[in-house]
């Protein structure tokens, strides 16, 4: 599938069983799953897109250098642009709560309301980057930064309720696994596993010779890993982990 002038950053699903690709060519396309056809360009942002979400109404969010843009799910008309992140938005995750968490080389999260769109909360304490957010089963959220640290928040009040250490370098992706349990990815070339309750990481895994850039539940307690070294791993989860 072509279409695409530069490096395609980020893909997600749609509500309607389609999907996005967001660009380092600035834009969005959205593509037929049953044609494989880009349907529709999306050109309003200025700079490079680096994440992608579906909200909890179907509506597409897009991170980028200068913004976020809520897009209507059905016109795929811009509905609304958020300023106020001061730098390239990394990450988005939608909260247990449907609000959307927005991390940013400002080192901070912002938290956005679902329904009125604005900025309702922001999140300090990391020291660099925000290159990652996972939501965990509980309810509260991860963030993974380039301070190599990985901050677990509580969802209703937004406090940190820990700070977990243990990469040497970038914390790159993350996921949460079947089990309740999460992996991170770093450009250390590692990834941890950390245990649900504790949050004390309890494996790390190597074979990859470079960064660990993305990571993926797949099935039956297995996920993948890509990394910057072009090749993909799969991995085997215990139950009991």
């Known amino acids: 599938m072509e279409g695409h002038n530069n490096s395609v950053r980020c893909l997600v699903e749609l509500s309607n069983g389609n999907f996005a690709s967001g660009s380092h060519d600035n834009t969005i396309k959205i593509w037929d799953t049953q044609s494989f056809e880009c349907i529709k360009t ?29 897009w209507d799910k059905n016109s795929f008309e811009c509905i609304k642009t958020i300023q106020g992140q001061r730098n390239t938005v ?56 380039s301070d190599h640290a990985i901050r677990i928040w509580d ?20 996921v949460v696994l079947e089990n309740g349990s999460f992996a991170s990815g770093s450009e250390d070339y590692t990834i941890k596993i950390w245990e649900k309750n504790s949050l004390e990481c309890i494996k790390t895994l ?19 890993s890509g990394s910057s070294d072009k090749t993909i791993r799969i991995w085997k989860t215990k139950k009991n982990v």
Request: proline letters at 0%.
């Open 90 to 145: 990394w990450s988005l995750a939608v909260l247990s709560n449907g609000n959307l968490a927005c991390g940013s080389d400002d080192k901070n999260i912002r938290i956005l309301d679902e329904n009125s769109y604005e900025w309702i909360k922001t999140l300090e304490g990391h020291t660099s980057s925000i290159l990652s957010i996972a939501v965990l089963k509980n309810g509260n959220f991860a963030s993974g930064s």
């Open 42 to 70: 999306l050109n309003d942002h200025s700079h490079l897109v680096w994440s992608l979400v579906v909200l909890r109404n179907g509506n597409l969010a897009s991170g980028c250098e200068d913004n976020t843009i809520i």
């Open 206 to 224: 190597e074979g990859h010779r470079n960064s660990v850039l993305s990571l993926a539940v797949l099935s039956n307690e297995i996920f993948s």
């Open 155 to 174: 969802t209703d009040s937004f406090n940190c309720i820990k700070t977990l250490k243990g990469h040497s370098d970038w914390v790159k992706s993350l």
